[in-house]
T-cell receptor, first 120, second 107 residues
């Protein structure tokens, strides 16, 4: 296990199309997070899961955005009817709420490489 | 929701000088205080973190100090080097991020 994995890394889509991103967290991490980041800004929290339960969702997340984590492992983030304003990097991250490793005493959030979305 | 503010938004120092970035937060229940470094086009990387039962933590040239009463924590970088140039983010409780501080270290 080499860390949080995201794909695709880059996606160019036409306005109005749907896109889906996938995130595979670090194994045994029960928490998974999605963020959006645009140039010059900090990561903006979108939603997070503990196992398969979606515990929090940002008010900034419009109805066109949906995230799932059906089996408590990988997660998908779907954007429907994309708009140019959706162009950003979508970051996934994971953490373990229960410390299992001495060097990772819980709560530390590890990020994936991100998925760049360009809506044209 | 949590309000997170970072200051300054940009910081330019001479190589070898120290840099300090401050983060204030509003949620008194926060108990985990990380700092992330992000280089252009890359993911945020954790550089140091502290938990609420500790007031200070140091790792070589980097330190974090926490004042829970005043609800702020700070990142301290000593003997700065050009490779420290990046954007630094605080994220109290690990979920809400500050807007970032762009640090430039001039050789």
């Amino acid at each position: 296990d080499t860390g949080v994995s995201q794909n695709p890394r880059h996606k160019i889509t036409k306005r109005g199309q749907n896109v889906t991103f996938r995130c595979d967290p670090i194994s045994e991490h029960n928490r998974l997070y999605w963020y959006r980041q645009t140039l010059g800004q900090g990561p903006e929290f979108l939603t997070y899961f503990q196992n398969e339960a979606q515990l929090e969702k940002s008010r900034l997340l419009s109805d066109r955005f949906s995230a799932e984590r059906p089996k408590g492992s990988f997660s998908t983030l779907e954007i429907q009817r994309t708009e140019q304003g959706d162009s950003a990097m979508y970051l996934c991250a994971s953490s373990g709420s229960v410390p299992k490793l001495l060097q990772d005493p819980g709560n530390t959030i590890y990020f994936g490489e991100g998925s760049w979305l360009t809506v044209v | 929701g949590e309000n997170v503010e970072q200051h300054p938004s940009t910081l330019s120092v001479q190589e070898g000088d120290s840099a300090v970035i401050k983060c204030t937060y509003s949620d008194s229940a926060s108990n985990y205080f990380p700092w992330y470094k992000q280089e252009l086009g890359k993911r945020p990387q954790l550089i140091i973190d502290i938990r609420s039962n500790v007031g200070e933590k140091k790792d070589q040239r980097i330190a974090v100090t926490l004042n829970k009463t005043a609800k702020h924590f700070s990142l301290h970088i000593t003997e700065t080097q050009p490779e420290d140039s990046a954007v630094y983010f605080c994220a109290p409780s690990g979920m809400r991020f500050g807007a970032g501080t762009r640090l430039t270290v001039k050789p």
